[in-house]
């Protein structure tokens, strides 16, 4: 297989046919999740052919936001299965790549350990300092998209959010998720207090 090839391929696609509305789920956020996944690799003890495999998952895996703004996880997979042979990936390689893919979506269901990596790499960000300006991308994608209208809406949606997500890999559960349990007071307080404490039993 040329991974080099087809990081050449799906890069060049994604800087090209992303539409600029796509503020979060962009060519920077490709290169974002690429570089967290190789870091989470090293401290997991991953190499040799599961490093390629997942480097290229990472690159693809949103990359059916070129060909639609639902579902782009199957259309990720689709752009995978239909361009990597001619890369020199096996169906099976294309297959694991897709497993990693798929896994991504919310809810997250990673079913292998670089699944686990992809996943924790996908959303690395909500343990991070950069934590308020990225997640002000994806507020202002959401809005375009008409998912949600006020900040209130989002700093809700935040909260239920980071509440249900967890890490996976040993390097996110002890580096982001302190961070992230950290983010979530902050938002809690944005909002004057916990949402949902008045439901709670």
């Given at each position: 297989m040329d991974p080099s090839a087809a990081e050449q391929y799906i890069l060049g696609r994604l800087r090209t046919g992303l539409p600029a509305h796509r503020?979060?789920?962009?060519?920077?956020?490709?290169?974002?999740?690429?570089?967290?996944a190789i870091l989470i690799a090293a401290a997991e003890g991953v190499e040799g052919e599961?490093?390629?495999?997942?480097?290229?998952?990472?690159?693809?895996?949103?990359?059916?936001?070129?060909?639609?703004?639902?579902?782009?996880?199957?259309?990720?997979?689709?752009i995978a299965r239909e361009?990597?042979?001619g890369f020199g990936y096996t169906p099976e390689q294309v297959e694991r790549i897709c497993v990693m893919i798929m896994a991504t979506k919310i809810p997250q269901e990673p079913v292998n350990a670089l699944?686990?990596?992809?996943?924790?790499?996908?959303?690395?960000?909500?343990?991070?300092?950069?934590?308020?300006?990225i997640g002000a991308?994806?507020?202002?994608?959401?809005?375009?998209?008409?998912?949600?209208?006020?900040?209130?809406?989002w700093n809700e949606l935040q909260v239920r959010f980071l509440r249900k997500h967890h890490y996976f890999t040993h390097r996110s559960k002890t580096e982001r998720e302190p961070v992230k349990r950290k983010h979530l007071a902050e938002v809690i307080d944005l909002l004057g207090g916990d949402p949902d404490a008045g439901t709670a039993g």
């Open positions: 503020s979060y789920h962009s060519y920077d956020h490709t290169l974002d999740v690429y570089r967290t599961d490093l390629e495999l997942l480097k290229t998952a990472a690159l693809f895996h949103d990359a059916g936001f070129l060909v639609s703004d639902t579902e782009h996880e199957l259309h990720g997979c689709g361009s990597l042979p699944s686990h990596i992809l996943c924790d790499a996908d959303l690395d960000y909500l343990g991070r300092p950069d934590f308020f300006p991308m994806l507020f202002e994608e959401m809005k375009h998209y008409g998912t949600l209208r006020t900040e209130r809406e």
